[in-house]
């Protein structure tokens, strides 16, 4: 079975600092890739996805991630952040297959600091 | 809102007990699909449809936990019997087939005291 992990558990930043929250998988087949969001009292969003084509992959609020399938990773990045980043992210991965359910991370809690 | 709906929000409920939660998909999104997400997890798969037949069950779904979706719109998850370890929130997610989004709702978060 597929496994995720998130190796930041809680990150603390202050505004316009750069982003990268980790990501690795295990699964030796095709997968989809996608990172959600999840901001206080909310419910989950998708930030990106990646199915195929080009590894760097842009989503909304000026994230982006990068697929190396080498290394099994699939990291979320963003240039400079904003408090309204404050939320927690999630990594996720699908097989290429009928199903498509997710697996997912254990999730990464970021909190901006004005 | 067009998006996912599941009612209710919250639940508390005793012990032994059994509860219903509910799920509208997006409308013309065929699968739907059920996930339990305790405290400082991830989300984890318990089961999906594919219009009204129920495709796969992850091991997590014990004998206690049933799903329906009988018209393949809506969707019930049933805990018979609850037990502590069953308090998590539950997401209902749907799309419109492989390889696409799937789109969450804001979940039900069951609280067994």
């Known amino acids: 079975a597929q496994s995720v992990s998130q190796h930041n558990h809680h990150v603390i930043l202050s505004e316009a600092a750069s982003l990268e929250l980790g990501c690795n998988y295990s699964?030796?087949?095709?997968?989809?890739l996608f990172w959600y969001v999840q901001y206080p009292g909310q419910h989950l969003q998708l930030l990106l996805k990646?199915?195929?084509?080009?590894?760097l992959v842009k989503g909304i609020k000026g994230f982006e991630a990068e697929f190396i399938k080498s290394k099994f990773s699939f990291n979320l990045r963003k240039p400079s952040v904003q408090w309204s980043d404050t939320a927690e992210y999630f990594c996720a991965v699908s097989l290429n297959n009928a199903g498509n359910m997710l697996t997912f991370g254990g999730g990464t809690r970021l909190m901006v600091k004005p | 809102d067009t998006g996912v709906s599941q009612d209710p929000r919250h639940k508390i409920t005793k012990r032994g007990q059994n509860v219903t939660f509910r799920c509208d998909p997006i409308s013309e999104h065929n699968r739907l699909y059920w996930y339990r997400q305790t405290l400082g997890q991830g989300p984890e798969f318990l089961t999906y449809f594919q219009n009204e037949a129920q495709l796969e069950k992850s091991r997590l779904l014990s004998d206690r936990f049933s799903a329906e979706r009988p018209k393949g719109s809506f969707s019930t998850l049933e805990i018979q019997r609850t037990e502590q370890g069953d308090s998590a929130m539950y997401l209902c997610?749907?799309?419109?087939?492989?390889?696409?989004?799937?789109?969450f709702g804001q979940g039900t978060r069951l609280t067994v005291v």
């Open positions: 699964y030796g087949g095709t997968v989809n």
């Open positions: 997610a749907s799309n419109r087939g492989s390889n696409t989004e799937a789109f």
């Open positions: 990646y199915f195929s084509g080009d590894p």
